[in-house]
């Protein structure tokens, strides 16, 4: 029988590894998005994380594993105007895609 240490152990293994799936899922479809639309301008490289994390926390949110803040909430209820006037400087440049993750990009 599992220990509760144990039990714990695999629930923190879990979300790590769905944690991890969500971020990679993110960061591909980053690149492919801006890769496929040379008149975005993509994210910096000081940028980056801070998009893909967003991008993870909307598909998260979409997929009901874990709430997002107020910004990413605006993004799932399609809240044009909220996610406007709660959206930090990067996250106003790059909520289209932000929308297009929330709308068609899914775990494989």
Avoid: W
């Avoid at 769905?18 to 301008?41: D, W």
């Avoid at 910096?44 to 998260?60: F, P, Y």
């Amino acid at each position: 029988m599992a220990t509760l240490q144990s039990k714990k152990s695999n629930l923190h293994n879990m979300k790590e590894q769905i944690l991890s799936n969500y971020t990679e899922t993110a960061k591909t479809a980053m690149y492919q998005f801006y890769g496929s639309k040379p008149y975005m301008t993509a994210p910096t490289i000081d940028e980056e994380d801070h998009v893909i994390n967003i991008a993870r926390s909307v598909m998260l949110h979409r997929d009901g594993i874990m709430l997002g803040g107020g910004f990413v909430t605006a993004v799932i209820e399609n809240d044009l105007e909220k996610a406007i006037s709660v959206a930090d400087s990067t996250c106003s440049q790059h909520l289209p895609f932000f929308a297009y993750c929330k709308r068609g990009v899914f775990i494989s």
